[in-house]
């Protein structure tokens, strides 16, 4: 399977919470990830021991130039921007490196697997609903 890691602590949380759907890498990654593939969300350094947040599956995956990123693009990413500005200081230093309007990124949308979803009921299945 493969792995959709992320380094910060502080993404742990927005994560967990489903407010972060989506990552901004640079670069075009659409060779590494497809949509509709599985893949395994962790968090942690490389060497070091990751921690496995949830299992995904990808939904879309979008090469694109970061000015052409949508504020939408920008707050599934972290919900704590909205603004080209706010995005492109956090790429730099992630990446270390100054990241400018023309670069390339890919912005991969995902949602968790779930054993069941909240509030899903399919009665021809028996599944969901009110329990006896």
Not at 15 to 24: D, E, M, N, P, Q
Not at 71 to 82: A, G, L, S, T, Y
Not at 88 to 108: A, N, P
Request: glycine content about 6%; hydrophobic content about 35%; proline content about 4%.
């Amino acid at each position: 399977m493969q792995v959709l890691n992320f380094y910060s602590r502080i993404f742990a949380d927005q994560l967990k919470r489903g407010r972060k759907t989506a990552t901004i890498r640079l670069g075009d990654k659409s060779h590494k990830y497809r949509k509709n593939q599985a893949v395994l969300v962790t968090i942690g350094y490389q060497f070091s021991p990751r921690e496995k947040i949830f299992e995904a599956v990808i939904d879309a995956v979008d090469v694109k130039r970061v000015r052409d990123l949508s504020p939408r693009d920008i707050e599934h990413d972290n919900p704590e921007f909205r603004r080209h500005d706010e995005l492109t200081h956090f790429l730099e230093q992630i990446y270390g490196r100054t990241v400018t309007q023309d670069d390339i990124v890919t912005v991969v949308r995902f949602s968790q697997i779930v054993s069941q979803p909240p509030g899903y009921t399919d009665a021809r299945l028996g599944i969901g609903g009110a329990q006896n």
